[in-house]
């Protein structure tokens, strides 16, 4: 069995773009390990939609323990090429998240993405969010300058919406201190959108290679104090993931074939008692949700590939048992309409 590329050329096009993002990053955290951990390369995971016929994709995992809690850089596509009935024709995509195992350098997501309707229309998901357990105001001011010089005139957009998707109404904070997030992206000219979503992505690499980079260098000690600090923001990196994202959900919710890639952006450990006590400040019937997490963790929070299998199915039957809880999510000024791309028309 082997992936089915999508037809179209503007899917292959973005799916060549995607992919050039993929070995930029890994290319450039390989070379981390190299200088500065235990010289161990990301290991390329396969996955197959529908045993190939629908797509799928490749992740590339973390093997360095000394410089990775947890870290994949994922690539995917899928489409419905023989399926006309169905409202998309491709979806092509770059997900990543680096979880640094030393809690003074910052972790990071990025989402970049086409999407291609079955009508001829098209649009693009762009995504960055810098993710420090201790905040650090040189990476914070790096990293917002670079989204600034290289998101042009949909900095102020990107921003806002970006604020918006990733704030936490429950915990009355954001995750993550720097956010950029543009939905349904398009303008008149494919090119150029191409050409942006491109030049975006490399640059928000490239900006934070040098940011951790430097970090490794110059902040190599580090207190138990600082490790709970750690623990305590990738549980709610984690919640913020299972009960808010709508692209963590729509991706478990269309398809089982790929749980453990999509739930590759949680971290190694978290803390359960303080992911339990969350659960008393979320609306009905996301306290369900919470509660049901944390039950599925062993008493050290250990977040383990059997585990995230089990959280999951969790998420997945959650929506499925109370589907008006999917208006409870994030969303930017528009609401993403992954899942019902995925219906019939």
Do not use: C
């Amino acid at each position: 069995m082997s992936m089915i590329m999508a037809k179209s050329q503007e899917a292959i096009d973005a799916y060549a773009l995607v992919k050039s993002l993929q070995k930029r990053f890994v290319d450039k955290l390989n070379n981390l390990s190299l200088t500065l951990g235990e010289n161990k390369k990301f290991e390329e995971v396969t996955w197959l939609r529908d045993e190939g016929i629908h797509g799928g994709g490749s992740r590339f995992e973390s093997r360095d323990n000394i410089l990775f809690n947890t870290a994949s850089v994922n690539v995917s596509q899928v489409h419905y090429d023989e399926d006309e009935t169905k409202k998309l024709q491709s979806a092509s995509a770059i997900s990543t998240i680096i979880h640094p195992k030393n809690p003074n350098v910052p972790s990071i997501h990025i989402h970049i993405s086409l999407t291609q309707l079955r009508d001829g229309g098209a649009y693009w998901r762009v995504m960055a969010d810098l993710n420090p357990s201790i905040i650090n105001e040189d990476d914070k001011k790096i990293f917002e300058e670079a989204i600034k010089n290289l998101s042009y005139s949909t900095y102020e957009e990107g921003i806002k919406q970006g604020e918006k998707y990733f704030n936490i109404p429950a915990l009355n904070r954001h995750r993550g201190v720097s956010h950029f997030y543009l939905e349904n992206y398009k303008t008149s000219n494919k090119d150029k959108d191409s050409s942006f979503a491109l030049s975006f992505g490399e640059g928000i690499i490239d900006t934070y290679i040098n940011i951790i980079d430097n970090a490794f260098k110059t902040r190599k000690e580090f207190s138990v104090q600082d490790i709970k600090t750690q623990l305590d923001y990738h549980t709610l990196y984690l919640f913020q993931v299972l009960t808010l994202d709508r692209g963590t959900t729509s991706g478990l919710l269309i398809h089982n074939q790929n749980d453990v890639g999509i739930m590759g952006s949680l971290p190694t450990f978290v803390n359960k008692k303080l992911l339990q006590s969350w659960s008393k400040n979320v609306q009905k019937p996301q306290d369900e949700l919470v509660k049901a997490l944390a039950n599925v963790l062993n008493e050290q929070g250990h977040v383990d590939i059997p585990t995230k299998e089990k959280l999951a199915s969790i998420v997945r039957t959650h929506y499925k048992k109370y589907p008006q809880a999917l208006s409870m999510q994030a969303s930017g000024n528009t609401i993403p309409s992954t899942v019902s791309n995925h219906h019939k028309k």
